[in-house]
Nanobody, 126 residues
Framework: QVQLVESGGGLVQAGGSLRLSCAASGSTFWWNPMVWFRQAPGKEREFVAGIRESASNTRYADAVKGRFTISRDNAKNTVYLQMNSLKPEDTADYYC???????????????????WGRGTQVTVSS
């Protein structure tokens, strides 16, 4: 049984930083894309960042490029999202996702991911 557990969300002022973590259990995921999506109230879930087996295989949404960094610790089966220069528009619930398939790409559609955590809330005040 695969489980994903997010942590690290909270309330921060604009310009501040947060680091989200997603711990995966139940299998090994070295070659499977792991991603972060976010969903604001009344909006669809949107892709934020994704990573394959190493930091050389990452993908970011244009809205977060240069501010967010995704990384993973394969020994710990954990993926991280370092969020800097946060803006009020980054306010959302952030979800970690995992594909059960190995892939040479990092899809940006939520339907490409089979496992999800329950999310962690990020609120950025202006």
């Amino acid at each position: 049984q695969v489980q994903l557990v997010e942590s690290g969300g909270g309330l921060v002022q604009a310009g501040g930083s947060l680091r989200l973590s997603c711990a995966a259990s139940g299998s090994t995921f070295w070659w499977n894309p792991m991603v972060w999506f976010r969903q604001a109230p009344g909006k669809e879930r949107e892709f934020v960042a994704g990573i394959r087996e190493s930091a050389s295989n990452t993908r970011y949404a244009d809205a977060v490029k240069g501010r967010f960094t995704i990384s993973r610790d394969n020994a710990k089966n954990t993926v991280y999202l370092q969020m800097n220069s946060l803006k009020p528009e980054d306010t959302a619930d952030y979800y970690c996702g995992l594909s059960r398939l190995r892939s040479t790409i990092i899809p940006t559609s939520p339907t490409s991911y089979d496992y999800w955590g329950r999310g962690t809330q990020v609120t950025v005040s202006s």
